[in-house]
């Protein structure tokens, strides 16, 4: 059986899952990575005394997300997996209130009890409604105004949509955040050692299949032969594939193949804005949030969206013994903290994390990190589900799939296994395997 040479652009989830699918089928596989590691927005790192990786943008998994659940029992992962419910809270009027269940929604401060019974009957309707497409024609706002009220929008609602998305927030469509809530789970999922622990098992099957993976390798064109396939230029090589598929984000994709950028329903890839995702994590001797994992934060004058304790979701044994704590923000490109360093960062939300627990000070810091995922976030908009092209581009053989495919859904590593998998599956279906 003849086997395609297949290049596969970007080694996050979509095209490790892609290309694990692919060589299982026979294809010969080469995945090409700029960076010098795996995973992309799920990159995990390692510090000497830590046991485990840790994600550079937080991470964790739904109990219902199935793809990538039922990746890692194929991958023999199954032990790996962990069930825990960690507490998620709001921060409101500088107080933190537990607010992931109906008890405590019924316990909070900042709504009456007439917007309490229209929030939970908000929650209740999107956790049940099934036809999300139907919401694409209309704004988010719109939507939470109407079933759960003005009052629970200013208070809850609209910090966070205008905290995430910005100018772009009043454009926002409800399907989106009908996702966002009925897809949530009280518990979560995470792995043991980490998203690297999936990542690793990944990488090794496709070598094992055959495959072969470049990372800290940089393609700069991709061209098609005269007579059938692509080339692939990196560096001063230059290597002949009979396909392509593109992970990478879509500005990324028009630089490499402008082409695409002209043809049919591709162009209108080029309408969608991105957001970029910067997290600051800080390591520190003592926890930063007490208990609570996850913080949303509603006060719009602080300069971070999220506080988020990962050490309350794992056990700090496990990083050294030290209390690991992620700042995030979605950034508009050209936003003065993607030019900032990590001490300049630190020093811009340093007196909001004391706001959060005044205990804090710089001798508490053992150790920073800062991470920023270009392209991270593209903003769906009322009708984005029209505005997404099929992964088989007008251009044969080449294809695109990336986070601008992942919808009504907001990003997140089950999503881009799903991806990844459908990707494979559409390259097959046009391939026609003749006998030897």
Known sequence: MYGMRIAIIGGGFTGLTAGYSLAQAGHHVTIFEKEPHLGGLAYGFKEKSWNWHLEGAYHHLFTNDTDIISLIRELGLRDKLIITRPVTSTLWEGHMHQLDSPLHLLRFPGLSLVSKFRTATLLGFLKCFPFWKLLERMTAERLVIA??????????????????????????????????????????????????????ALSKHIIDLGGTILQGTTVSTVTREKSHGFYITHGKTRQSFDQVLLTIPTPIVFSLVPELAKSGK??????????????????????????????????????????????????????????????????????????????????????????????????????????????????????????????????????????????????????????????????MSSISLPNR
């Not at 200013?154 to 995430?164: A, D, E, H, R, V």
């Not at 949303?296 to 304790?309: C, G, I, R, W």
């Not at 990962?310 to 993607?338: A, I, S, V």
């Open 147 to 200: 079933i759960g009220g003005k009052e629970a929008w200013n208070t809850i609602w609209k910090p966070l949509l205008y905290g995430k998305f910005g100018a772009h927030a009043p454009t926002i469509a409800a399907s989106w955040f009908w996702a966002r809530i009925a897809k949530r789970t009280p518990s979560l999922c995470y792995i043991h050692g980490g998203f690297h622990t999936v990542v690793e």
């Open 266 to 427: 591709h162009k209108q890839l080029t309408a969608i804005s991105h957001l970029h995702a910067q997290t600051l994590i800080l390591a520190t001797k003592k926890p930063i949030l007490n208990r609570v994992y996850w913080l949303n934060v509603t006060d719009q004058s602080y300069p971070f969206l999220a506080a988020v304790a990962h050490t309350n979701f794992m056990n700090k044994k496990d990083y050294g013994g030290y209390h690991l704590t992620y700042f995030g923000n979605y950034l508009p490109h050209g936003h003065r903290y993607l030019s900032m360093t990590k001490q300049q960062l630190l020093k811009e939300f340093m007196p909001y994390i004391k706001r959060l627990n005044p205990s804090m000070n710089s001798q508490i810091i053992a150790d920073s990190f800062m991470f920023v995922g270009f392209f991270a976030q593209p903003v769906h908009t009322i009708g984005y589900s029209q505005k997404i092209p099929d992964i088989a581009t007008p251009i044969p053989g080449l294809y695109l799939a990336n986070m601008d495919y992942i919808f009504p859904w907001d990003r997140g590593t089950n999503y881009a296994v799903s991806l990844g998998k459908n990707a494979a599956d559409t390259m």
